[in-house]
């Protein structure tokens, strides 16, 4: 604008704006507020912590099922262990026996469950598992000698002796 211009505004008593009304940096600030409600559902952290933590535990169960494999390979394929087939009793054999550095301990809502047959020559490890995308409460990572592989199931639970 040129300075008469300036000069004619102020003659007919109009100014020039600078910076926003209040309700239009409301109205902004509303529509800054639905978006960033709309984003924390979308994200939704709680289901985003679950499934870190069945992210560890899967972790956690798989390290255990490798030195389980290894102690097996040199017991020639025996998984059982003298004192009986717990959780706790595995881990603490496996690290005493230097297949297992650290056992996993137990987080929150989380169980691991050990099972061996009565021959020894099949064993089971299964965790249980919260996560929507793994099932919800009702999910497990199960893995079985006898089968050789490991894999999520969306309905079991870590009480279970059989893999689905």
Not at 111 to 125: L, S
Not at 135 to 151: D, L, N, R
């Amino acid at each position: 604008m040129g300075v008469s211009n300036i000069k004619i505004l102020k003659s007919k008593n109009l100014s020039l704006k600078k910076g926003f009304t209040l309700v239009e940096l409301l109205v902004v600030m509303g529509i800054l507020a639905v978006l960033a409600g709309a984003l924390v559902v979308l994200l939704d952290p709680s289901e985003r912590l679950k499934l870190a933590t069945d992210t560890k535990a899967i972790a956690d169960a798989t390290q255990v099922t490798g030195a389980l494999q290894s102690y097996a390979a040199q017991a020639g394929g025996i998984y059982y262990f003298s004192g009986g087939s717990s959780w706790d009793n595995m881990t603490t054999r496996l690290k005493t026996d230097g297949f297992l550095t650290v056992a996993p301990t137990v987080q929150g809502n989380y169980a691991f469950n050990y099972y061996v047959d009565a021959t020894g020559a099949n064993a089971k490890v299964v965790t249980n598992l919260t996560s929507k995308k793994n099932g919800g409460t009702t999910g497990c990572w199960c893995w079985s000698s006898a089968v050789g592989t490991a894999s999520v199931k969306s309905s079991c639970n870590a009480t279970a002796t059989t893999c689905p």
